[in-house]
T-cell receptor, first 110, second 114 residues
Framework: QKEVEQNSGPLSVPEGAIASLNCTYS??????FFWYRQYSGKSPELIMS????GDKEDGRFTAQLNKASQYVSLLIRDSQPSDSATYLC??????????FGKGTRLSVIA | DAGVIQSPRHEVTEMGQEVTLRCKPI?????LFWYRQTMMRGLELLIY????????DSGMPEDRFSAKMPNASFSTLKIQPSEPRDSAVYFC????????????FGPGTRLTVL
């Protein structure tokens, strides 16, 4: 199993809907998890981090973590066309500060 | 405040040529990372530095790749000789010790090796 796995998509949702992006990881000792957003042709930028089991909310974004299931997700409420991007899940692994998944491409249809 | 600066933004070269990519991290950041992104392999860490010292270069694909950080404000990634399979977007990122996982990425260099 790869260290960080994401469905590549594309995930298409209508404007105003909830977009759900999922990520699974193999390193059981991971303690911190990050979501980066990358617009087409641009560089990644950090949008959320989560360290404890449960939910963490920031505006329209909610990160969810389940360490027992080795699963982290990102929910985007009231999706907007401007949310269309690739979302990268990342976490530390060994000596590497961040290992990135390949990302899920989200398309929000107006 | 300026973010991470990379140059050139685009590079087209022929197989066998030497390529040098440059990066200026955010002032005050003591970690610097070099990544490569392709559709097939995603975003891969090549090497990272802490206080100008290489910490982990296990991601460097082969001896054709080398990276240096002569001072806190400048780093280079060199490919010699370049091959078509090196075509990718190369990102430089920096972070501070207080938040090593909060990495700020430069705009990237799109490298095409013909």
């Amino acid at each position: 199993q790869k260290e960080v796995e994401q469905n590549s998509g594309p995930l298409s949702v209508p404007e105003g809907a909830i977009a759900s992006l999922n990520c699974t990881y193999s390193d059981r000792v991971s303690q911190s998890f990050f979501w980066y957003r990358q617009y087409s042709g641009k560089s990644p930028e950090l949008i959320m981090s989560i360290y404890s089991n449960g939910d963490k909310e920031d505006g329209r974004f909610t990160a969810q973590l389940n360490k027992a299931s080795q699963y982290v997700s990102l929910l985007i409420r009231d999706s907007q066309p401007s949310d269309s991007a690739t979302y990268l899940c990342a976490l530390p692994s060994g000596n590497t500060p961040l290992v990135f998944g390949k990302g899920t491409r989200l398309s929000v249809i107006a | 405040d300026a973010g991470v600066i990379q140059s050139p933004r685009h590079e087209v070269t022929e197989m066998g040529q030497e390529v040098t990519l440059r990066c200026k991290p955010i002032s005050g950041h003591d970690y610097l990372f070099w990544y490569r992104q392709t559709m097939m392999r995603g975003l891969e860490l090549l090497i990272y530095f802490n206080n100008n010292v290489p910490i982990d270069d296990s991601g460097m694909p082969e001896d054709r790749f080398s990276a240096k950080m002569p001072n806190a404000s400048f780093s280079t990634l060199k490919i010699q000789p370049s091959e078509p399979r090196d075509s990718a977007v190369y990102f430089c990122a920096s972070s501070s010790g207080q938040g090593v996982n909060t990495q700020y990425f430069g705009p990237g260099t799109r490298l095409t090796v013909l």
